[in-house]
């Protein structure tokens, strides 16, 4: 039998150890801890990590992210993070972590690199040459599993359907108008799908290099299956009408579960599936089954509200497992 290897997504909200009113860190780490060990992960991605820094301007550090794994099998691993816009420590808050226990022999983030940002002129007014930029970059790693194979780890957090600010019409946490707020909603679904492009040329370039790609991206995509963020990043065939090009789309692996097991977020009782584990055909060649983490998972909206500074993540995280190839048999001389 092959060696078996799980990959997981995981957003772990905002996590930081920086002081805030009526937290405790401690309680953070009591139950996010356990969650990471149930995952049992080889790779694991990690969305809204935010770092520290010693002094102003100074280098920042996951102070958080290791308390977090202290003791959990994952503190050893090896790192790829993503960085700011300068390019040279971590962002304050939101970085992307992926984690692996194999070496990770190269790594990269995207960040408009390959997608440039639209510019835009507001219906409401302000800025008549709006430049509408994604949020964060997307981390991309290249692990060599111990078939000497390659595998790519795609960590992406894609905009939420939230209204983007727009100058002039957002203060205090209130919108002036419904078009106003109608605008900046619109702009938020732009970065999403924008974002989701970028992510989708990166992944043509790899196909390209590699027609038989092992690929996983992974990741708080703030969209469902039926989303355009998640079609632009499977493209299947029955969006581009051409069969020639089947290889190149990615399967989301929860579709083999029940849809009462697939949610990640509850959403005023809606039950979301908004992270994903999408995988090449080539990778799901290898594929064993998934998990959704899902059974202790409060209401984003509701919990907030009841509990004060509630120390859990409102995202379950997924897991996936694959297998890599059974050995050939050897042949008995005759």
């Known amino acids: 039998m092959g060696r078996r290897f799980r990959i997981a997504t995981f957003n772990l909200e905002s996590l930081d150890d920086r002081p805030r009113a009526g937290s405790d860190f401690a309680d953070r780490i009591a139950l996010i801890g356990p969650q990471l060990m149930r995952l049992r992960a080889d790779f694991l991605c990690l969305q809204e990590v935010n770092a520290r820094e010693e002094s102003h301007h100074g280098p920042r550090h996951l102070t958080a992210l290791d308390s977090v794994l202290k003791g959990t099998g994952y503190e050893g691993y090896h790192r790829a993070v993503?960085?700011?816009?300068?390019?040279?420590?971590?962002?304050?808050?939101?970085?992307l972590v992926i984690l692996s226990r194999l070496p990770i022999i190269e790594f990269r983030q995207v960040w408009h690199d390959l997608i440039a940002p639209p510019?835009?002129?507001?219906?409401?007014?302000?800025?008549?040459?709006?430049?509408?930029?994604?949020?964060?970059?997307?981390?991309?790693?290249?692990?060599?599993?111990?078939?000497?194979?390659?595998l790519h780890l795609i960590n992406l957090h894609l905009r939420a359907p939230r209204a983007a600010f727009l100058s002039g019409q957002k203060e205090h946490g209130v919108w002036a108008s419904v078009a106003g707020?109608?605008?900046?909603?619109?702009?938020?679904?732009?970065?999403?799908?924008?974002?989701?492009?970028?992510?989708?040329?990166v992944l043509d370039q790899i196909f390209d290099r590699e027609p038989a790609a092992l690929i996983a991206v992974c990741g708080d995509f703030n969209a469902d299956e039926r989303e355009a963020p998640l079609r632009i990043i499977r493209g299947d065939e029955e969006d581009t009408c051409n069969g020639h090009l089947a290889a190149?789309?990615?399967?989301?692996?929860?579709?083999?579960?029940?849809?009462?097991?697939?949610?990640t977020v509850i959403h005023h009782g809606r039950r979301l599936m908004l992270d994903h584990i999408l995988v090449s055909r080539p990778l799901?060649?290898?594929?064993?089954?998934?998990?959704?983490?899902?059974?202790?998972?409060?209401?984003?909206?509701?919990?907030?509200t009841l509990v004060q500074a509630p120390p859990d993540s409102y995202h379950a995280p997924v897991v996936a497992e694959f297998t890599t190839p059974h050995p050939s048999p050897v042949k008995a001389e005759p």
């Open 181 to 201: 707020w109608g605008e900046g909603f619109f702009l938020a679904a732009v970065k999403g799908a924008g974002q989701a492009l970028e992510a989708r040329v």
């Open 284 to 304: 799901m060649g290898r594929y064993v089954g998934v998990e959704v983490h899902n059974e202790a998972l409060g209401d984003e909206l509701v919990s907030p």
């Open 119 to 150: 510019h835009y002129a507001p219906h409401a007014g302000g800025d008549e040459n709006l430049v509408v930029e994604w949020d964060r970059p997307l981390l991309h790693a290249v692990i060599k599993l111990e078939d000497g194979s390659r």
């Open 82 to 95: 993503s960085v700011n816009r300068a390019g040279k420590r971590f962002s304050d808050r939101h970085n």
């Open 248 to 263: 190149k789309t990615l399967v989301a692996v929860e579709r083999s579960l029940s849809e009462s097991l697939r949610h």
